[in-house]
């Protein structure tokens, strides 16, 4: 294990490279603000932020990441284009697996600019799979854009749209929901008797939810269940658009074959054929990236475009050695009104000594 000192040291160097690239140096603070800040997280985070509290700032957490807090700094007085660095620790809680720190180190770069989205996502990628160089990793990239189209173009209702949509960031209970959806699983036996009325809401009232809310869930099942099934079609057409995987180039073409049998996604699938030519004139071999359209499921809930990650060869067992992605709606949520494409990366300076300690 490196030890601390190591670790900053190797920190700065990062920082450094991102500074030499015209990167403003910014150190938000480790206490943030967790009521407002935290939804933006996604689940897994939230459950993992420490959180404290303050007589007179409220509920505090450790910052579990810096993208929230840069893209708030940003939003609130950032002169655009800007490009921001950082290093420093962030904190997650582990509840799985004790071998995984709880605090570590991470050197991030983060774009704000509008002029060229594609060239922006390239850039951010191409700067770290540099800083990586030599290192015994493999990229993969992914666009969680291409997604949302998707799901936002079923032919379906709003609250399914939604309840898919929110489920993006967890695979197994998305699928669930888009077999019931199609009508492919039954209903469960509970919510069939709670539908057919034999259940009745005047059991004493115990738990969190009012009366009003629980009637109000009640008929948002029965619309549910009188809503025609998505068609096998459609369905079918999500599950091979996830299952698309393989080189960018080869998933390119198979995105935009798909595309013509699902034209909500065209405008997506061009910005990832944009972003592959921007890869490509930073000298980013394409024909060689991994490229999975499922990848980043599993991430930031923040992200909206554009995800990656460089996994180390020898440890499929740890965290992604770095990872970004693009996250255009989270500046809308923190911008008042305003908004900006955005999208950066971050580093992990001590898993990165400890890959090299192993050789
Ligand atoms: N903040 C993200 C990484 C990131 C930086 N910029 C975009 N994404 C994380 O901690 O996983």
Redesign the pocket.
Known sequence: MPTRAETNERAASLRALFEAQGAAVVEPPILQPADTLLDLYGEDIRARAYITSDALRGEQMLRP???VPVVQMHMAHGAEPARYTYAGE?FRRQEQDPERANEYV?V?Y?VFDRTDPAAADAEVFALIAEALKGQPVTPITGDIGILMAAVSGLETTDDRKAALMRHIWRPSRFDALLNRFAGRTPVPETRAALLAGEVTTDAPHIGLRSGAEIDRRIAALRADAEAPPISAEQVARIETLLAVKGTLTDALVKLQTLAQDLPEIAEAVARLAARAAALAARDIPTDALPFAASYGRT??EYYDGFVFGFQADAHPDWPEIA???R?DALTRRLGNGAEIPAV???MRPGLMLELEADR
């Open positions: 990441d810096f993208t962030v991470q991030g983060e991430s930031m990872t970004g992605g996250y950066g990366g971050v």
